[in-house]
């Protein structure tokens, strides 16, 4: 008899039902709080993707005793975004990536001109965590533009930013990077003298 494709296993069953995969054990009996083994399921052309962490239960009868994974913590599309967000806006913050509050006043006018200023901005529809929304537009002061449902409005919008992410709750979607970000890797790879390793490192990285 022939199995379905992510029968019980894929991200739409770990997201909706909150259960993890049926196959999956857990990675053994000696999970616990402090270090928790995170794991990812995908759809079946894997263009959906979420993070799950399990604690496994115990549960007994008269006569036997079994173990399961039971899921504890749950990254769906929308933590996804705004994780990716706080770590893409930690590098304005640290000056790895320009953006329109790293120019000093100590820096000349055409020192501004030549660093390109990079905009983020984050996509949502209007069934997203409205929390995850919150958070991105108070405290990461991220823009948040919000579209129709459906990845083709999604992508669409976070073509105005140089780096644009988009995660429905589904866990489907990915983040756009500009020409003019491309650019700005190009000179920073360029110019060794002028950026240290570790800058280059995390700019090809990303």
């Known amino acids: 008899q022939q199995s379905h494709l992510n029968d019980k296993c894929g991200s739409e069953h770990v997201q909706k039902q909150l259960q993890p995969p049926v196959w999956y054990d857990g990675g053994g009996d000696d999970n616990n709080n402090e270090d928790m083994p995170y794991a990812c399921s995908v759809d079946g052309d894997a263009d959906r993707i979420v993070f799950f962490a399990t604690t496994t239960t115990t549960s007994t009868s008269s006569s036997t005793s079994s173990s399961s994974p039971t899921l504890l913590t749950l990254l769906d599309g929308d933590k996804i975004a705004v994780l ?82 988009y995660f429905e709750a589904n866990g489907h979607g990915t983040v756009l990077f500009s020409e003019r970000y491309h650019e700005y890797y190009r000179r920073v790879a360029s110019n060794p003298h002028h950026h240290s390793t570790t800058t280059t490192t995390i700019l090809s990285n990303l």
């Open 84 to 165: 990716i967000a706080t770590f893409i806006k930690s590098l304005q913050t640290n000056g790895i990536l320009p953006s329109s509050s790293s120019s000093s006043e100590e820096e000349d006018e055409q020192q501004q001109q030549q660093k390109s200023v990079l905009t983020l901005g984050v996509v949502q529809t209007a069934y997203a965590n409205g929390a995850s929304t919150k958070y991105l537009k108070d405290t990461l002061q991220i823009p948040v533009v919000i579209t129709k449902t459906g990845v083709k409005h999604l992508h669409h919008a976070a073509q105005q930013f140089d780096i644009g992410i």
